[in-house]
């Protein structure tokens, strides 16, 4: 029906698509920004992205960064569903590959034809600063003062604004008790500092609240003491655990040398030895997976911990690096560790012969467990994955009311439960009791209904503590930490937010969940740099140890990309279909959004030839999204230039993309597209 007005309906004017090129930049946060269309905007050292009314090309430049061609690969997406409607498609070209493709043609025709590029032109954005000494400014009125002093915690004044000048980036401080009109100036003077020693526009600047300090502010200092913890206890929640049914051995370090354990002795652990642990066991996807481990006890001997180390480490080479490899401490087991053994006992003394050399030497008694002398043991666990039992001094004062005790003398073994103990915790002694002496009759008996063969085993009866010991339950966040060593000294880069993308194949990281740490290793870093990962970890921990308060002795684990334990994959939003993908960062983009498998991920599915094609073609076909909209039959095609793989879509169908977590500098001010910038 017609309208009775002449302007009550107006026809819609298509809006007038414009062609633009960006240039993206960032391993992790991608900053992109639009230059001039043309082709002396283009250049061998950057990825670009042409935005074309039909069609999306990303230009990879011959010397570009793996990690940023990825990325850009985001940024393609967003475009695609924002300003396209999922409806284009999308063409990867490679500088200096000039393969008869229709696409890599198309490309240059847009530009005028195929012609040399130039040289780049450096740019603010180009400028990477050297990261200097830290330098300390206070601030006041707006003017900047350098405090020629030693950085400490202590310099920090709660009334005032700091400037921390670090070279390549710089962090501004604030005290709790500034006024907002401090803070403003603060900031005003940071930017006219930057100005006038004519840093870079791109020069990082970071705020630093006083109490929510960062990991990267706090290593710039000397010294930098630990807070009171403030956080709430909360109820202990089991962590993941191994798949059960798995194979366990565990060898003693003797010498030169590892001997096997007996399978009845899985369990023991002497205080004088080192040992490995190595626990086989198929995940859910039935790969067989391996944990390994070599364990340190406190009173071991030096030789036999380098010895545990170095024979660890070439069981992990010998397995081709698949194993998870730990290093554990006594009184830092973690619980997937103690899981695998159903009691853990820790005995004093030691079985080695380094432990008894040493002993003899030193003309002191070894104080070895013996299944025939006395012997007490406090059982403090009660589950699976925290079921430690340590043997302690047989003298009533090591008895506690809240926890259960095991009294082993020459003729009789007793149990001795606490007011205070738990019934868990009373099941667990039984076990343990059982555990050492096999088949013998056990009396159980409860605080204060000791017999006097019991006080007598433990040189009479004496007072002891009826209070808990106090365990650190505070929650802690976890850290992801990108690393490098520059000149013998290891620098740390922090990443926030982080989740599964940020773990790059070409990188080594860090995972610091406070109770352990994870050196993760991707499968495109260097054999030299994968040797000395445990290196790395172990500076690492020397680092935060004064920073952080981190323990010395935290289990520290070594971790190969796509053998992700579960207590590794639990700190992010794991996607198993990501592990299986090979290749370089890039690559594994590509595969993710064009809904294909690399060629060893189809070969270890056990899909080979056509049933290969077969699967690949129909991986694709499931992530077009079918229009309800009659299109124009006009062919097209997706192809990646450049690159083995080269997928047809005679249907001109799109593809469906995957959300986008991390394009965070991106601004999109209208549907006209007025505005993409990455500032």
Same mark, same amino acid.
């Given at each position: 029906?017609?309208?009775?007005?002449?302007?009550?309906?107006?026809?819609?004017?298509?809006?007038?698509?414009?062609?633009?090129?960006?240039?993206?930049?960032?391993?992790?946060?991608?900053?992109?920004?639009?230059?001039?269309?043309?082709?002396?905007?283009?250049?061998?050292?950057?990825?670009?992205?042409?935005?074309?009314?039909?069609?999306?090309?990303?230009?990879?430049?011959?010397?570009?960064?793996?990690?940023?061609?990825?990325?850009?690969?985001?940024?393609?997406?967003?475009?695609?569903?924002?300003?396209?409607?999922?409806?284009?498609?999308?063409?990867?070209?490679?500088?200096?590959?000039?393969?008869?493709?229709?696409?890599?043609?198309?490309?240059?025709?847009?530009?005028?034809?195929?012609?040399?590029?130039?040289?780049?032109?450096?740019?603010?954005?180009?400028?990477?600063?050297?990261?200097?000494?830290?330098?300390?400014?206070?601030?006041?009125?707006?003017?900047?003062?350098?405090?020629?002093?030693?950085?400490?915690?202590?310099?920090?004044?709660?009334?005032?604004?700091?400037?921390?000048?670090?070279?390549?980036?710089?962090?501004?401080?604030?005290?709790?008790?500034?006024?907002?009109?401090?803070?403003?100036?603060?900031?005003?003077?940071?930017?006219?500092?930057?100005?006038?020693?004519?840093?870079?526009?791109?020069?990082?600047?970071?705020?630093?609240?006083?109490?929510?300090?960062?990991?990267?502010?706090?290593?710039?200092?000397?010294?930098?003491?630990?807070?009171?913890?403030?956080?709430?206890?909360?109820?202990?929640?089991?962590?993941?655990?191994?798949?059960?049914?798995?194979?366990?051995?565990?060898?003693?370090?003797?010498?030169?040398?590892?001997?096997?354990?007996?399978?009845?002795?899985?369990?023991?652990?002497?205080?004088?030895?080192?040992?490995?642990?190595?626990?086989?066991?198929?995940?859910?996807?039935?790969?067989?997976?391996?944990?390994?481990?070599?364990?340190?006890?406190?009173?071991?001997?030096?030789?036999?911990?380098?010895?545990?180390?170095?024979?660890?480490?070439?069981?992990?080479?010998?397995?081709?690096?698949?194993?998870?490899?730990?290093?554990?401490?006594?009184?830092?087991?973690?619980?997937?560790?103690?899981?695998?053994?159903?009691?853990?006992?820790?005995?004093?003394?030691?079985?080695?012969?380094?432990?008894?050399?040493?002993?003899?030497?030193?003309?002191?008694?070894?104080?070895?467990?013996?299944?025939?002398?006395?012997?007490?043991?406090?059982?403090?666990?009660?589950?699976?994955?925290?079921?430690?039992?340590?043997?302690?001094?047989?003298?009533?004062?090591? +008895?506690?009311?809240? /926890?259960?005790?095991? =009294?082993? &003398?020459?003729?009789?073994? $007793?149990? @001795?439960? *606490?007011?205070?103990?738990?019934?868990?915790?009373?099941?667990?002694?039984?076990?343990?009791?059982?555990?050492?002496?096999?088949?013998?009759?056990?009396?159980?008996?409860?605080?204060?209904?000791?017999?006097?063969?019991?006080?007598?085993?433990?040189?009479?009866?004496?007072?002891?503590?009826?209070?808990?010991?106090?365990?650190?339950?505070?929650?802690?966040?976890?850290?992801?930490?990108?690393?490098?060593?520059?000149?013998?000294?290891?620098?740390?880069?922090?990443?926030?937010?982080?989740?599964?993308?940020? +773990?790059?194949?070409? /990188?080594?990281?860090? =995972?610091? &969940?406070?109770?352990?740490? $994870?050196? @993760?290793? *991707?499968?495109?870093?260097?054999?030299?740099?994968?040797?000395?990962?445990?290196?790395?970890?172990?500076?690492?921990?020397?680092?935060?140890?004064?920073?952080?308060?981190?323990?010395?002795?935290?289990?520290?684990?070594?971790?190969?990309?796509?053998?992700?334990?579960?207590?590794?994959?639990?700190?992010?939003?794991?996607?198993?279909?990501?592990?299986?993908?090979?290749?370089?960062?890039?690559?594994?983009?590509?595969?993710?959004?064009?809904?294909?498998?690399?060629?060893?991920?189809?070969?270890?599915?056990?899909?080979?030839?056509?049933?290969?094609?077969?699967?690949?073609?129909?991986?694709?076909?499931?992530?077009?999204?079918?229009?309800?909209?009659?299109?124009?039959?006009?062919?097209?095609?997706?192809?990646?230039?450049?690159?083995?793989?080269?997928?047809?879509?005679?249907?001109?169908?799109?593809?469906?993309?995957?959300?986008?977590?991390?394009?965070?500098?991106?601004?999109?001010?209208?549907?006209?597209?007025?505005?993409?910038?990455?500032?």
């Amino acid at each position: 029906m017609e309208g009775g007005f002449a302007s009550g309906f107006k026809t819609p004017e298509e809006e007038t698509f414009e062609t633009r090129l960006y240039i993206c930049k960032g391993k992790r946060a991608i900053r992109i920004k639009q230059v001039p269309f043309a082709r002396s905007s283009l250049n061998h050292d950057d990825v670009f992205i042409l935005d074309t009314e039909n069609k999306i090309y990303q230009f990879n430049g011959a010397n570009s960064n793996i990690q940023e061609r990825a990325k850009s690969l985001e940024v393609i997406q967003h475009l695609k569903e924002k300003y396209h409607g999922c409806v284009c498609d999308v063409a990867i070209v490679d500088d200096g590959k000039l393969q008869a493709e229709s696409d890599s043609g198309e490309f240059w025709v847009l530009f005028g034809g195929f012609a040399p590029i130039g040289k780049k032109t450096v740019s603010d954005d180009d400028v990477v600063l050297e990261t200097t000494a830290p330098k300390l400014y206070s601030i006041n009125g707006g003017e900047l003062k350098f405090e020629d002093i030693p950085l400490t915690k202590a310099v920090l004044e709660n009334t005032r604004c700091f400037l921390l000048d670090c070279g390549a980036e710089m962090f501004v401080w604030v005290g709790r008790v500034t006024q907002l009109e401090d803070r403003k100036a603060a900031t005003k003077a940071v930017e006219e500092f930057i100005i006038n020693q004519k840093r870079p526009k791109t020069t990082r600047v970071t705020q630093v609240i006083q109490g929510y300090e960062s990991h990267a502010f706090k290593s710039k200092f000397e010294s930098w003491p630990a807070g009171t913890a403030t956080g709430n206890s909360v109820n202990e929640e089991v962590p993941p655990l191994l798949e059960g049914g798995g194979r366990l051995e565990v060898w003693c370090i003797d010498g030169n040398a590892r001997s096997p354990l007996p399978k009845e002795d899985n369990g023991k652990f002497y205080s004088g030895d080192c040992y490995i642990v190595l626990y086989t066991y198929h995940s859910g996807d039935k790969k067989e997976e391996y944990y390994l481990n070599y364990w340190i006890g406190k009173e071991s001997t030096a030789d036999d911990q380098v010895m545990g180390a170095e024979l660890a480490n070439t069981m992990w080479n010998s397995l081709k690096g698949r194993p998870v490899l730990g290093r554990i401490y006594q009184g830092k087991e973690p619980p997937q560790f103690v899981a695998l053994f159903q009691p853990m006992v820790i005995l004093k003394g030691g079985i080695s012969s380094g432990y008894k050399k040493i002993t003899e030497e030193k003309g002191a008694a070894s104080g070895t467990y013996s299944p025939e002398g006395i012997a007490l043991l406090r059982v403090s666990g009660t589950a699976i994955h925290n079921n430690k039992t340590l043997h302690v001094d047989a003298l009533a004062t090591s +008895l506690s009311s809240t /926890d259960c005790f095991v =009294l082993q &003398t020459g003729s009789a073994m $007793f149990t @001795w439960h *606490g007011n205070s103990s738990t019934y868990e915790q009373q099941q667990w002694a039984a076990k343990v009791a059982e555990f050492l002496k096999p088949g013998v009759t056990v009396k159980h008996c409860k605080e204060g209904t000791e017999s006097s063969a019991f006080w007598f085993a433990l040189d009479g009866k004496q007072s002891y503590t009826s209070k808990p010991i106090m365990q650190d339950t505070i929650v802690r966040d976890p850290h992801l930490y990108a690393f490098s060593i520059r000149k013998g000294r290891l620098e740390v880069t922090e990443i926030f937010n982080f989740c599964q993308d940020d +773990l790059l194949t070409e /990188d080594l990281m860090i =995972l610091d &969940t406070h109770g352990e740490v $994870f050196i @993760w290793i *991707g499968q495109c870093v260097e054999p030299k740099e994968k040797q000395k990962a445990f290196e790395v970890g172990q500076k690492y921990i020397e680092h935060a140890m004064s920073i952080e308060d981190l323990s010395p002795y935290v289990p520290l684990y070594k971790v190969s990309e796509g053998n992700e334990p579960c207590f590794f994959k639990t700190y992010f939003s794991w996607d198993n279909t990501k592990s299986v993908i090979h290749g370089n960062s890039f690559q594994k983009k590509l595969s993710l959004l064009f809904g294909l498998r690399s060629e060893g991920a189809s070969r270890s599915s056990g899909n080979g030839g056509p049933t290969q094609r077969a699967s690949a073609l129909a991986a694709l076909s499931s992530a077009f999204n079918p229009s309800s909209q009659p299109k124009q039959a006009i062919p097209s095609r997706l192809m990646i230039v450049g690159l083995q793989a080269r997928v047809m879509d005679p249907l001109n169908v799109p593809l469906h993309w995957l959300p986008c977590p991390h394009l965070h500098s991106i601004q999109l001010r209208s549907r006209s597209r007025q505005s993409l910038s990455g500032y």
